[in-house]
């Protein structure tokens, strides 16, 4: 009886929870229990640890030197939900392997994202490459189209889409390289916080109808959201009532909650009426899985096991899937706002907490995966 306890406590009350009683159908919900107790048992290899930290360091750098240059700049900062970085990786990457026990799957060949501003801007440069004088020059207040075009009006930084096509995976060094490249998209964030989600499911429908063959496998949508936003505003459910329709299909989505647990200064408990933000996706049979996404002790390597269960889930079922990622945001809503005004308390336990990447790499360091040379490193 002690080892049915331990098990069930390392599964299912540690730093990741799940909920799936409320998906219908039986089989699938066998398989989801099944399957997560053993995805969540496989190994991180060494070099998954240290491609996460990478993940981590270099957003935390990037969002440092932002601060520090352009401290009256509101950018929507990824500092205390650096976490989504590593769940993008993770899941683009594992989503992009070929399953040679599954006949078809090649892999995706396309990942349409839609997010909203928080950790926008670390997800354009450290995921998606792109250039970092780009960025200095939107965030410096230069405008990329000409003054007498606009009258001197330009788009936000946070609003800023864009598409490459590279290799992803969880690890470093050469396993990287037998990865396929997928075209990784990220479409316009129009201020309206979760109108953006529909948008890339309709480009991701798009990618599918442009296949040989209309398949949806070779397109992943993935949507991010914030806590307030996703449960508040109607467009989300609007959305989510398309995902089983035959005419709109794409094969199922993965979402992401970035949960700050705050609502702009709105604690949740006078957001909304439900105990999660992610309750409304239970009338859709959307199995959830909840993350502490701030633990440095356990997230990163716990995070990369979720997500590739999530992609299994995803490819087998054809269906969407949810993380609710619970974790905080480091500043005010934005960076010129003083949050200990509204969360004095919250906010003192925030500032007395070390980062998510100096919790990992203080623990990778001790493990003897990197030394502090190479944190260093990485870091600079």
């Not at 990824?78 to 990786?89: D, K, R």
């Not at 599918?208 to 508040?232: K, M, P, W, Y």
């Not at 995902?243 to 604690?267: A, E, R, W, Y």
Request: hydrophobic share 40%.
């Amino acid at each position: 009886m002690y080892d049915v306890q331990e098990h069930l406590r390392a599964n299912y009350a540690s730093n990741v929870a799940v909920e799936f009683n409320h998906v219908r159908d039986e089989a699938e919900r066998l398989w989801l229990y099944e399957n997560y107790e053993s995805m969540m048992a496989a190994e991180v290899t060494p070099a998954e640890k240290v491609k996460a930290l990478q993940l981590l360091l270099r957003a935390e750098q990037l969002e440092l030197f932002l601060q520090k240059r352009f401290a009256t700049h509101k950018r929507y900062s990824s500092e205390g939900s650096e976490a989504l970085l590593v769940a993008l990786n993770a899941l683009i990457a594992t989503a992009s392997e070929a399953d040679p026990s599954s006949p078809g799957d090649a892999g995706v060949d396309s990942v349409v994202l839609g997010m909203p501003h928080r950790g926008r801007l670390a997800s354009l440069v450290v995921l998606n490459d792109y250039p970092m004088r780009n960025l200095l020059h939107k965030v410096s207040g230069k405008n990329d189209i000409p003054a007498e075009v606009t009258d001197r009006i330009d788009d936000l930084p946070t609003h800023i889409a864009v598409s490459n096509t590279k290799r992803f995976s969880t690890a470093t060094g050469s396993l990287k390289s037998k990865n396929k490249k997928v075209t990784f998209t990220m479409v316009h964030n129009p201020s309206h916080l979760e109108s953006q989600n529909a948008i890339s499911m309709g480009k991701a429908k798009a990618k599918v109808d442009d296949t040989e063959a209309g398949d949806s496998r070779s397109v992943l949508n993935i949507q991010a959201h914030g806590d307030a936003a996703f449960c508040g505003q109607g467009v989300a459910y609007e959305a989510l009532t398309l995902c089983q329709l035959p005419k709109f299909d794409i094969g199922g989505s993965i979402h992401i909650i970035t949960n700050n647990q705050v609502g702009f200064t709105t604690n949740s408990v006078d957001g909304r009426s439900s105990d999660h933000s992610s309750d409304i996706v239970k009338g859709f049979g959307i199995p959830v899985v909840r993350i502490n996404a701030a633990d440095g002790g356990s997230t990163p390597e716990s995070l990369v096991r979720v997500c590739k269960f999530m992609v299994a889930y995803w490819k087998t079922f054809r269906k969407d899937i949810l993380i609710d990622m619970v974790g905080y945001r480091k500043h005010g809503h934005n960076e010129v706002d003083e949050p200990s005004f509204t969360q004095p308390e919250m906010y003192k336990k925030i500032r007395e907490t070390a980062s998510l990447a100096e919790q990992y790499a203080e623990r990778l360091v001790g493990e003897g995966v990197v030394d502090e040379a190479e944190v260093a490193a990485i870091t600079e």
